[in-house]
């Protein structure tokens, strides 16, 4: 579960991947709302890893 | 620009100016413990901060009003390049997931209150400590100038000339963080993020709607791009994406060395407050992302300015009534106060536990420990005003343009002894130098540019400077433990982790 918390790096940090302009989205270039989109989706990943994961024993 | 004064703005403004000032005097006896007494609560506000707290906070103090100004700015003047804040503030939560809760487990078992004391209880090694500590110093004061230039920007669109509304209120400012410590700042916190999501809501809603709608202002901005050469566009050009990609990266690994984000760590309660808030905080990262496009609305408003930092006030002041401007500019110059107290107190604490009492007073009481904290806090932010009066504006952004490489040389001993006690004192040390020196230099030739250039059968490749300087940071430290390993085999300095 915890390589899920990688996952936004390769996404974010492999430009080629997403630097382009089309297509676009309610007129935002692929470029701006592919990155926008990546803010709830590496929220999404980090509570999963959270979920899975055993609690701290209580202090 | 501006040549008469604002009134109906500078009404607004001075209600909320005033409001946080009683916040942040008042902020003293909320969750009150002695504040005096214990450094634990006036620099940590009592170790007690839970989830929303906490995410106030960071989100306050992470989220600059320097933020505010220079993104738009950047993005007006470089276009998708200047979009590199939106990555590096989305990587930056899976590592402060995984990262940060150690962290805070290690500061709460031995009652740490800076970097410099985990790095000391980890290493044993005085040096270590020392050079943490004065990297983190250095590097939070230009960041503390330009809270300062950020508040200067609105105060001067709002008509106020002359330097006295920014001495005034950073008395004020002073004052209360004086007074209150780590509460006042997380207390106003609370004012400052909700009016800057109603100022960002509003414009990312009403901007695009007056100006023809989001496809007009992205056309806009390509249009003039074009226009200026085609340097820089609405993507990015090839020789820019590992420029790109390497200050998303470098950025993010070194925001959470900085003693004010490290101070948000500390404060909180527990280690999951931390987990949550790293799920919860990139709502800013949304905001911020918004923030960044009014860079592209400037164009589709044709608003002309001097200077980019003047995109956003100028951008406010045409498209809304002065009562709104005021408030977005009331937001924004208590976005700066939020930073600058939290800032000021995380290089307080630095001064107070590892240079005064390690070096100074090492039978220092915990009263004493709060008392010298709060003169140094005031020392800190007299010595950035002094930096903003005195000196040119850009040295204030090339020294912090320098300290975000510095802070990031911080990295391996901080965040390796959280994992592995393979490193030794000796060859982090060494690594700090060496990646600082490299760095700094290469920045300085370079005209004070985050970039390097390193040829390799040859391509030549550009990266941020900073990320280059930390691998060869971490080179070192290894080859230095390996070489202090067979001179040297037992290790005299560390101790037992706990």
Sequence with gaps: MWMLLLVPFIGLLWVPFYNFTEPSLFGFPFFYWYQLAWVPISSLLVWLVYRSRTPDEAP | MADQIEWVALSVFIFFFALVTVMGFFAARWKSGPVS???????????????????????????????????????????????????????????????????????????????????????????????????????????????LIGMGVVIKAMGLTGELPIVAAFIILALYTYSSGLRAPALIAFVKDIMIYIVVLVAVVVVPAKLGGYGAVFSAANDAFTAKGGATGLILKPAQMLPYATLALGSALAAFMYPHTLTGI????????????????????????????????????HIKVSTPNDVVPMLFKALFPSWFAGFAFSAIAIGALVPAAVMSIGAANLFTRNIWKSYVNPGISHAGEAAVAKIASLVVKVGALAFILLLPTQYALDLQLLGGLWIL??????????????????????????????????????????????????????????????????????VATVIVGLISPNRTGATVRS
């Design chain 2, 37 to 147: 007494e214990h450094l634990d609560e006036w620099g940590l506000g009592g170790r007690q901060f839970g989830t929303w707290i906490t995410w106030f906070l960071v989100g306050g103090d992470f989220y600059t009003a320097y933020t505010v100004i220079a993104v738009p700015a950047l993005v007006y003047a470089v276009g998708a390049y200047g979009f590199f804040a939106l990555p590096y503030t989305i990587i930056v939560y899976p590592f402060v997931f995984a990262v940060m809760p150690m962290l805070w487990k290690q500061a709460h078992a031995n009652g740490h209150v800076t970097a410099a004391d985990v790095v000391q209880g980890n290493y044993n090694s005085r040096g270590l400590e020392l050079a943490v500590a004065v990297t983190g110093m250095v590097a939070t004061m230009p960041y503390i100038a330009l809270q």
């Design chain 2, 266 to 301: 500390f404060a909180s309660k527990s280690a999951d407050t931390i987990r949550k808030n790293a799920i919860l905080l990139p709502a800013y990262t949304l905001l911020l992302g918004l923030i960044a496009l009014l860079g592209y609305m400037a164009y589709a408003a």
């Design chain 2, 409 to 478: 040389q911080t990295f391996p001993a901080l965040v390796f002894g959280l994992f592995t006690r393979w490193f030794r004192a000796e060859g982090l040390l060494l690594g700090w130098a060496v990646g600082i020196g490299w760095g700094s230099w290469t920045a300085w030739s370079n005209g004070l540019k985050p970039l390097a250039t390193l040829d390799i059968g040859g391509a030549s490749y550009v990266f941020y400077v900073g990320l280059g300087a930390l691998v060869l940071n971490i080179a070192v430290a290894a």
